[in-house]
Structure formats: C-alpha cells, structure tokens
C-alpha cells in the first residue's frame, strides 16, 4: 500500500489563499481540472490567481491552468469595473429620492477587506433598507432604469427580501438582493434591526459618496449567520464565506473583539459564531483570542440554536468563462477546458450563473486595456 497522502484540492487552494506555497499538486491533468472547478464552485478563481504572482509556483503547474486563472480573473475584472458604475448610479439615484440602504455581504466586503474588489468573487449585491415601503420605493426607481423583477412568492413569512436584475446591451447582468430584514429565517432575521446598524455605518469610496456598509463587528457577526444560514442547502463551507470571516477577524482590535463578545451573548448567537469561527480556523487557521472562544463554547453548551450540520453541495458552474476569449474576437468559450464535458448543473446554480457577473460579452477596448495592464 502507497504510503503517499492523497491530494486534497481544498488544503491546495485554503493554503494557496493566506499567501502560503502548496506542498502537493495533482497528479494528473483529470486532477488539475478537478481542482479548477473546485475553485470556480468556492469562488475563490481569481485569488488564488492574484496569491500566485507572489509565490514561485507557476512553473509546477500546467500551462493551460495558469492560463485559464488569468482569462477568469480578466473577466471578473472586467465585470467588476462596469459592475461598480452601474451600482454607483443606483447609489445616487436613490439618495435622491431619500432612500439610503446599507450594503451588505460579498460587495462592500470586496472594498473594505480585499486588495482589488474583483478578487472577493459574488454573484449579486445584498442591500438592507429600514423597512419594505423603502424596499418597494427602491423597487420602483428600479424598474424605471430598466430592471426587472422575478416573480416571487409575497407575505410577511415567506421572504424579507426579493430581486431585481437589469441585463445591459453589453451582457452584463448587475443583480441586486433587497432585503428589509437580515435573513429570511426568523432567528436571524430579529438579530439586529436597521437602525441599530445605520448609527454604525462606515463609508465605502470605492463606490461613491452614498455607499456605505456594516461596521467590522457588525459584519463579522452577519457573515458567521449567513453561513450558517447555507449550511441547510450544502454552500455553507464555501471557501470565500470562510475566507471573509478569516480577515474580519484578522483585523480586530481587543476593543472589537469585546464587542462581539458582548453582543454574540446579547443576541444569543454563540453556537453560531462558534461554528463559523471553528470552520474557519480549520480551513485558514484564523487566530481567534482564546478569552473569545471559551465564551463562544460556554454559551453554546446552553444555546436553544444548533447550527444544521454541514452537507457539501457545491456541483455546478458558478460563473461563465467565455468572456475573454470573446473579448479577443474568439467566439468559443472556455467552458469545456474547465468543466468536464458530460457536466449538467442544477437548477439553482443555473440561476446562479444567470444572475451572475460572469454573462458577459464586453467589447470596449478601453475596458479592456485598463483590465489587461493591471492584472499579471
């Protein structure tokens, strides 16, 4: 018997993603495809790219590997920049009408934690307004610039939130998730209220004077929920997810670590955070203060929330891969070099790919140099 350790795609690209050389590669070209889907399903493509730059080990991997990293963080990027206008505009249009909501997730994380926002993957933009007249107002201003809005089951206690998407002429499909409470499950949804996060809002400049997002705290303790709030449908241990909550923590001062403390024993979130914060020094090793994690595991032993156990879910591509070969006037697309060729995905992540940043067949070529020079 080989005494040889079987590769582990996910210890590759965890270790890869805080900067660190992998020490095992695959074996073989079945094996390299099986690991780019596994990134391209974690949403983690185009910083592994980005962490490769710096760690000399390009010359271990295929040619072809190397390449389709690059081309998918090309048209991230290129998503991104028309992304961030788009929503910009919003942003603006809807102060003008006295309508303030609070960026929430994946996209104001993008500016406030990552180096280049197109390296923190997502498929929409989460927003939380004071209540649903707002998100109705916000709604409406919406449709008017050309959005659309899915038809969705209504009630009170069916969903606190809906969607509106607006596909552009280039392709584009700018998705924004309004929400007047936190989460539709109902112990997270009375977590916390607009007004206690709005009086702790921080700025985000990179999209605009109107956009402003959770405090570090605030989002830390939203992260740990909306993990765990997945863990029920198997995307819970979605590396980004993890990896989000890996540099919120990084970043805490002993002041912020008090205040979490202090407000996962107020609200009762102790199993959940407990949970989240394990997940996540088990995939990056975040360093979390031993004073916080006796807390978190005394309050759990008494908590009346247990986190569902974890189903890993994740088949199916998360985001198209033509767009730079488009872009180069290239009509064939990526997606048989990335993806096995007899591959069907689920419905849900159809939907996924739909709403995604990933349909997108830009053909500016300012776009495109900006992109080009600014990526390796």
Not at 95 to 109: D, N, R, S, T, V
Request: hydrophobic share 40%; glycine share 6%.
């Amino acid at each position: 018997m080989s005494s040889e350790l079987k590769f582990q795609p996910e210890d590759w690209l965890t270790t890869l993603m805080v900067g660190k050389a992998p020490t095992q590669f695959p074996a073989s070209e079945q094996d390299w495809r099986a690991l780019l889907e596994i990134a391209v399903q974690n949403g983690v493509v185009t910083l592994c790219h980005h962490q490769m730059t710096d760690i000399t080990i390009k010359e271990q991997c295929p040619d072809w590997f190397c390449a389709d990293l690059k081309k998918y963080t090309h048209q991230l990027a290129v998503s991104e920049l028309i992304q961030s206008h788009e929503l910009e505009q919003v942003l603006t249009e809807f102060a003008q009408a006295e309508i303030f909501p609070i960026l929430m997730k994946g996209a104001p994380l993008s500016y406030t934690l990552y180096p280049k926002p197109y390296l923190r993957e997502r498929c929409d933009t989460d927003m939380l307004f004071s209540d649903r007249k707002q998100a109705n107002a916000a709604r409406d201003l919406l449709l008017k610039r050309g959005y659309q809005q899915p038809n969705a089951v209504s009630g009170d206690f069916v969903s606190h939130q809906f969607a509106c998407y607006r596909t552009t002429g280039t392709g584009i499909v700018h998705s924004l998730d309004m929400h007047w409470h936190l989460n539709n499950d109902h112990f997270f949804a009375s977590a916390f209220s607009f007004d206690e996060f709005v009086q702790q809002t921080i700025p985000i400049p990179g999209l605009g004077e109107n956009a402003r997002t959770l405090e570090p705290v605030h989002a830390l303790l939203l992260a740990c929920m909306h993990r765990v709030g997945h863990l029920k449908d198997g995307t819970g241990e979605r590396l980004v997810w993890l990896y989000d909550i890996h540099l919120l923590a990084g970043q805490f001062s002993e002041k912020q670590w008090k205040v979490f403390e202090e407000l996962t024993l107020d609200r009762k979130l102790e199993s959940v955070c407990l949970d989240s914060m394990e997940a996540s020094r088990k995939a990056f090793k975040t360093r979390i203060p031993e004073n916080i994690l006796h807390v978190l595991r005394a309050g759990s032993n008494k908590s009346s929330y247990a986190p569902p156990k974890s189903q890993t879910n994740l088949a199916g591509p998360v985001i198209d891969l033509g767009l730079t070969s488009r872009m180069a006037g290239n009509h064939s697309t990526m997606h048989s070099a990335v993806l096995p060729s007899n591959f069907s995905g689920t419905r849900q992540h159809t939907r996924t790919f739909h709403q995604g940043s990933g349909i997108c067949t830009v053909a500016g070529e300012t776009v495109w140099l900006i992109v080009r020079t600014s990526i390796a």
